[in-house]
């Protein structure tokens, strides 16, 4: 899959070449465009933001740049072009699986105040949000977004990683030990070490509705 995202602070997806996507990026099975929409800008002193109209504080993204950008690098629109904001439909585990199929997906960022919303209405398909919160901007969202969406690619994980996932059946995931046996007067329970593999699933099931009881109710439907 290739990912584009466009960006005023394209240094800050460095975080991407670390880890698991690092080594999808490197295997080929993930390609990261990080587009700076500075390079795209025809303000002869390379400007991208300008005063709302109407007023208020603080400064809104042009659209020229985003325009421009997008017709140079997807301009016969096969890309799935997403906006990540605070007012766009709520980012779920549902929506990860079916961007996993994409070929080519087109993430814009915005910063300051927003961007012009004529860019957002003629070039972009779609509006998420990860979460109810207010960030300096849709860097770290579109991080997240291609994080989730990495995840399913094929031969990024083990098929076994993404068996037994949260969510993926509703409930939370059952906590996990690893050695030593004893860490601070706490014991592994003697269950996980037991060998009876129909006791520990059964434990496992157990613990995950308590917790999902105690931190999500709504997802016990
Ligand atoms: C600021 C603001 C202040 C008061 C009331 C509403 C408000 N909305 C915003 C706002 O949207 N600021 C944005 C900062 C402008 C676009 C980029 N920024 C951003 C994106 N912040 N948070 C996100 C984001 C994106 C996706 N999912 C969660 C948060």
């Known amino acids: 899959?290739?990912?584009t995202i466009l960006t005023l602070f394209p240094e800050m997806f460095s975080a991407l070449d670390a880890s698991i996507l690092g080594r999808a990026q490197r295997e080929g099975k993930l390609t990261l465009e990080i587009v700076n929409l500075r390079d795209y800008?025809?303000?002869?002193h390379l400007k991208c933001d300008d005063y709302p109209f109407g007023g208020g504080a603080g400064m809104v993204m042009m659209a020229q740049p985003v325009g421009s950008a997008v017709e140079a690098l997807d301009p016969d629109h096969k890309a799935r072009r997403i906006y990540l904001s605070p007012k766009g439909k709520t980012f779920k585990q549902e929506r990860v699986?079916?961007?996993?199929?994409?070929?080519h997906l087109l993430l814009l960022c915005g910063h300051y105040e927003g961007v012009d919303q004529r860019a957002i209405d003629l070039f972009f398909d779609e509006e998420l949000s990860i979460g109810d919160y207010v960030l300096t901007g849709g860097e770290l969202p579109a991080?997240?977004?291609v994080d989730c969406?990495?995840?399913y690619l094929d031969g990024v994980l083990s098929p076994e990683s993404l068996v037994q996932e949260s969510f993926s059946e509703n409930l939370l995931e059952y906590p996990q030990y690893t050695r030593p046996v004893e860490y601070r007067g706490l014991r592994v329970p003697e269950v996980l070490r037991s060998g009876n593999h129909a006791a520990i699933d059964a434990w496992r099931r157990e613990q995950a509705v308590a917790i999902t009881?105690?931190?999500r109710p709504d997802l016990l439907s």
């Open 41 to 44: 800008t025809e303000d002869k």
């Open 97 to 103: 699986f079916s961007l996993a199929e994409e070929e």
């Open 213 to 215: 009881k105690k931190n």
């Open 143 to 145: 991080m997240v977004v």
């Open 1 to 3: 899959m290739k990912i």
């Open 149 to 151: 969406v990495a995840r």
